[in-house]
């Protein structure tokens, strides 16, 4: 059963679409299922919104009036109060190259259109799962890298860490399993979930993401590659 959300508690989806039949199908649906939504016409727009009020989730139209959802994507990365703001690109390319470029971007996750409303919607909670964080956790921790789950923070050596939801999620997983393997159909499946359908090759792209986060130019290399097996939170200096 499709999970809905209180009146007390609705999450905020900012809904960035310039095609006004899709957005008003888009509110309709996303109010049904008990969020609130928002609604920004063009890129410009868009930025305002969330500088104004920042949402809980940004669904991003790809191809937008003067300034594109990439585009977008990028400032908000850039800003240090949205670095870490779940964004969900959505667009008619559908090259695998465009794929990877949204989430080189800093996309947390990219669907092609047409889509089916059931898949977007099960890509939306996932993520805002994932950006939610997990209650009264504690702490977990390898060699100089720590994670407050309680404050959803994450610090190597002392210093602050910005990690994105989904490398928020990949390091929580990883922690949890310090040094052992794990192959990209399973991360997809204990980041991702087992209901979502995700590209392997998105799991790359969010491990190179998450390298460059936790990883300092003079600093080891926490996350090991295993040549056809997958990834492990296993540093290679011993």
């Not at 400032?75 to 470029?101: C, G, K, S, W």
């Not at 259109?113 to 390898?142: E, H, N, Q």
């Not at 192959?183 to 979502?196: C, F, K, N, T, Y």
Request: hydrophobic share 40%.
């Amino acid at each position: 059963m499709a999970e809905a959300y209180s009146t007390l508690a609705k999450p905020t989806i900012l809904v960035v679409e310039d095609e006004a039949p899709l957005m008003t199908l888009l509110r309709y649906n996303l109010e049904k299922q008990g969020f609130k939504v928002e609604e920004a016409a063009d890129g410009q727009e868009a930025l305002l919104r969330v500088s104004e009020a920042r949402p809980d989730l940004v669904l991003l139209d790809w191809m937008l009036p003067a300034l594109s959802g990439i585009e977008v994507c990028r400032q908000l990365r850039r800003r240090p109060n949205t670095r870490d703001l779940p964004i969900i690109m959505v667009t008619a390319r559908t090259e695998d190259q465009d794929a990877v470029r949204a989430l080189d971007t800093g996309a947390d996750d990219y669907i092609a259109k047409p889509f089916v409303m059931d898949a977007l919607l099960a890509r939306i909670r996932a993520l805002l799962r994932r950006s939610g964080g997990v209650a009264a956790k504690g702490t977990l921790a390898y060699r100089d890298l720590s994670m407050d789950q309680d404050a959803h923070r994450v610090s190597r050596g002392g210093k602050p860490l910005h990690l994105g939801p989904t490398e928020y999620r990949l390091l929580e997983f990883f922690l949890q399993h310090p040094g052992r393997v794990f192959s990209r159909e399973q991360l997809l499946d204990a980041v991702w979930g087992r209901d979502i359908h995700v590209e392997p090759r998105t799991v790359d792209v969010h491990i190179r993401r998450l390298r460059k986060a936790i990883n300092g130019d003079d600093e080891v290399d926490l996350i090991r590659t295993v040549r056809s097996a997958g990834y492990a939170l296993d540093a290679e200096d011993h």
